[in-house]
């Protein structure tokens, strides 16, 4: 069993990485204010202090804790810290990104200091947004000086307000319509106090909305968690591999794997670091697309005469994917022929020869998302613009391992390709995939029920999600690659209404009737497609294109008006081959363009 300490955007995302197990586990909050959509976790409220948490944990069978309280929320984590000390538990800190801080910025220690700072200065007009558990502590200062203090609307706040008495015309309700800019220029502050509560609670815009204004901002630096945490990270995918390695197969029955991609930019990172500090690295942090950082595991480090070379090791999870354990290396040299980042060809990494994937013909198939990783990665450790860097990424045994890929019929040659738009690998196991999706469409329907929107991933979720903004985040579920097992689910769980989106490479998989599109086990059928596409008056020489296509998105440039009769056949045709699926449901079918995502 987990037990989360929640409460906080960071508790949320534990709970929703814990919610993928389908396993119980507890989620604490202090009050009751959080809205939450449970379906396996068990919600707790009311404080607990160390003797009572150990308490708990003894009694139910606790074997981690994940601390993901406020940053400033002490008493919660001296908690955590006396029950973990008492019984040797792991104890994971759900840790914020914090943003540094400007250099006109007054930073002090404590509430203490920043009492003392104000009693000093005596600003005119003082706004704290450091909460109502600030009223206490500031109060020798806001019963004496026109203090006004934001605070969030819950039940929990209007009763500490009742509490005690400050002065109600001089609170400011946070309202999400309202901007920061609006309150600084109304309220008019010569100061602001707040507290250093990282990236999740819009600290940076704050700051910079103030500073823009003319008005001094002061800033409570965060103090120090009380414990040694087995291991701090910073979001779901750090999160969800900790647990996986500290409760082995206990809790998740797969492992999520890294892609190629952070694979190679791990070994990039890893050998600039090398060449600019002439030191060995077993660890590097990498920065994943969506923006979190995770360390990454190095096996090799060397200085060679060119420059630095390091190895790092493909870990695919329980992906059964053919690069799993594949040695990526990555040879670096700094150079003053150009600036910026040249991707050299590696032995074992593909050579492009056919238009249509984002690559140049003859370019290393290092695809757009992993080289915009490694020349972020690069890039945060010297100055590219006027740095010059030749990498080169290559795979050992990446020929062999082609020959069991697709890519030959990419014209993708010699070698395998270096992937990954999210740099996580989902498990392709399909019982566990499927598992994983029929409990996020349980959750959907015991939350809300009455419209299901499927996609197949991040990217058409965003397009989704904007085109249902009124529906929860629930309503969507992914499906990966499993379109007809979840729609079998979804008729079986008594979804009304349904809309699948799908992208064209998908699309075409489904319309030919494939209901399982992953490219591991179907490629799109071009026959088919030239099928369609005459019946739908396409050209003898757009016929043609068809015939040469790599991949299904060429589509959008052999048709780019999107609303040739080529794409409502497509859609007609997944439609007839999802509607008897769900016989009951009013089934939708959305084509999503790429030039939405």
């Known amino acids: 069993m987990i037990l989360i300490i929640g409460g ?48 708990f ?45 400007p250099a006109s910025v007054v930073v002090l220690d404590s509430f203490d200091a920043a009492l003392t700072y104000l009693l000093k200065h005596q600003p005119q007009r003082l706004l704290a947004l450091t909460g109502v558990n600030s009223i206490e502590r500031l109060r020798a200062y806001w019963t004496q000086h026109e203090t006004y203090l934001r605070v969030m609307p819950i039940a929990e706040t209007e009763e500490r307000l009742r509490q005690s008495d400050f002065p109600p015309e001089r609170v400011v ?4 319509e309202q901007c920061d800019r609006e309150i600084f220029a109304t309220l008019q502050p010569d100061m602001i106090l707040l507290k250093e509560s990282g990236d999740t609670s819009g600290f940076a815009a704050k700051v910079e909305e103030a500073l823009a204004l003319g008005i001094t901002v002061l800033v409570i630096r965060r103090p120090q968690i009380p414990y040694p945490a087995t291991v701090t990270v910073e979001g779901p995918v750090g999160l969800r591999r900790s647990i996986e390695r500290l409760l082995g197969s206990d809790f998740f029955p797969q492992r999520i794997g890294l892609t190629t991609g952070t ?35 190095i096996q090799q480090t060397e200085l060679t005469e060119q420059g630095a070379r390091a190895v790092a090791i493909k870990d695919a999870g329980s992906d059964p994917d053919v690069t799993d354990g594949a040695e990526i290396v990555a040879d670096l040299s700094l150079t003053q ?60 045994k990446g020929r062999k391992l082609a020959q069991s890929t697709f890519n030959p019929r990419l014209g993708i040659l010699d070698g395998i390709s270096i ?30 029920g009455k419209h299901l929107v499927l996609n197949s991933g991040g990217r058409s979720e965003r397009y989704l999600k904007g085109r249902f903004p009124d529906l929860p985040a629930n309503a969507f579920v992914q499906y990966g690659n499993f379109i007809g097992e979840t729609l079998s689910l979804a008729n079986e769980l008594g979804f009304p209404q349904i809309t699948l989106g799908i992208m064209i490479g998908k699309a075409v998989k489904l319309a030919a009737g494939e209901l399982d599109t992953h490219s591991k086990k179907v490629v799109m059928d071009k026959a088919f497609i030239t099928a369609l596409a005459s019946a739908s008056g396409a050209t003898a020489e757009q016929e043609q294109q068809i015939s040469e296509m790599t ?47």
């Open 337 to 396: 022929a150009h600036s910026g980042v040249a991707f050299l060809q590696g032995e074992g990494v593909g050579r492009v020869t056919l238009p249509g994937i984002g690559l140049d013909i003859g370019e290393p198939a290092v695809n757009p998302v992993p080289r915009q990783m490694m020349r972020q990665a690069l890039g945060s450790l010297v100055d590219l613009s006027q740095v010059g860097i030749d990498l080169t990424i290559s795979v050992p």
């Open 419 to 448: 992937l990954g738009t999210t740099g996580v690998v989902r498990p392709y196991s399909s019982e566990a995939f499927v598992e994983s999706i029929r409990r996020e469409l349980e959750v959907s329907k015991s939350v809300y």
């Open 57 to 101: 944990c003894t009694e139910r069978e606790i074997a981690l804790v994940v601390d993901a309280a406020h940053p400033f929320a002490m008493g919660v984590h001296q908690s955590v810290a006396d029950c973990v000390a008492r019984l040797q538990l792991p104890v994971i800190r759900y840790e914020r990104t914090f943003p540094v801080l």
């Open 173 to 176: 309700y946070y309202d999400k």
């Open 551 to 597: 991949l299904a998105r060429e589509l959008w440039q052999i048709f780019p008006d999107g609303t040739h009769p080529l794409y409502q056949s497509i859609v007609d045709h997944c439609y007839q081959v999802c509607k008897p699926l769900v016989p009951s449901a009013q089934l939708e079918v959305l084509l999503i363009p790429d030039s939405q995502l």
């Open 263 to 297: 694979t190679a930019t791990a070994a990039a990172t890893a050998a600039l670091l090398t060449l600019l500090n002439e030191e060995s690295y077993s660890e590097v942090t990498v920065t994943l697309p969506q923006g979190e950082r995770i360390p990454f595991p």
């Open 8 to 55: 906080t955007t960071e508790g949320r995302k534990a709970l929703e990485v814990c919610e993928e197990a389908g396993k119980p586990f507890y989620y604490s909050t202090r009050g009751a204010s959080q809205e939450l959509s449970m379906h396996h976790g068990i919600r707790l409220e009311g404080g607990m202090n160390g003797e009572e948490m150990a308490h």
